[in-house]
């Protein structure tokens, strides 16, 4: 802040140097449209208009510049800019691609270092859609006869886990039909009332194809 010339108590009265450079300092000081300060601290402001490094305030073009402890409701858009926060943590990069812990994805959704899906279901007694296309694990208990079951597909690459178990000494078979490869074919469950099967399947997009069979255990 600029220099104010005063006098203490009955002092000599300014000058007319000193009046004119204390309205000069006081003009130069205040915040207004086209003036810069290098420091400024406000506990609470609205703000209608102006722009924060240099982009105004309301429009859609992005700008440089660095901001912190942000707060933002509504539809953020950015059209095909990069985003990058917590330095790769969560980045998008100009062709719609998204990296979770890396600035380079080379899909829509790479993630390093590891991630969890969910999405677990139970089969009721008289459901036979396993529905893969919104869970990855679907659990039909209580087989006490031969059924056909179904599936929505997953996107190429989802890996599903169906579990089945008996519900009574009935041999049943399960023919696996729309959705699942032909290969998996069927599952002959046995006379165990007690066994459980896990079958594990992987999506090519159109089609899901069984990877592993554990069972009867």
């Not at 399960?174 to 490869?181: A, E, L, M, P």
């Not at 009332?193 to 069979?213: C, P, Q, W």
Request: charged share 10%.
């Amino acid at each position: 802040m600029s220099t104010i010339v005063t006098r203490a108590g009955k002092g000599s009265p300014l000058t007319y140097a000193e009046v004119d450079a204390n309205f000069t300092n006081l003009n130069t000081d205040k915040i207004q449209s086209g003036y810069t300060v290098s420091s400024l601290t406000i506990n609470s402001i609205t703000v209608t208009g102006g722009s924060i490094n240099g982009t105004p305030i309301g429009a859609v073009t992005a700008s440089t510049g660095n901001f912190t402890n942000l707060e933002y409701s509504g539809t953020l858009t950015g059209g095909t800019g990069v985003l990058n926060i917590g330095s790769s943590q969560i980045y998008k990069d100009s062709s719609g691609n998204v990296g979770l812990g890396t600035n380079s994805p080379t899909c829509k959704l790479q993630v390093s270092g590891g991630a969890i899906a969910g999405g677990y279901g139970t089969m009721s007694s008289i459901t036979t859609a396993c529905a893969f296309a919104t869970r990855n694990v679907a659990n039909k208990s209580g087989i006490s006869s031969s059924q056909t079951f179904t599936t929505t597909v997953p996107p190429a690459g989802t890996i599903c886990v169906l579990m089945v178990g008996k519900g009574n000494s009935t041999n049943a078979v399960i023919t696996f039909s729309t959705g699942f490869h032909s290969s998996t074919a069927t599952l002959t469950t046995g006379t165990d009332a007690t066994k459980k099967f896990h079958i594990t399947f992987v999506s090519n997009g159109n089609e899901l194809y069984e990877i592993s069979r554990n069972g009867p255990i």
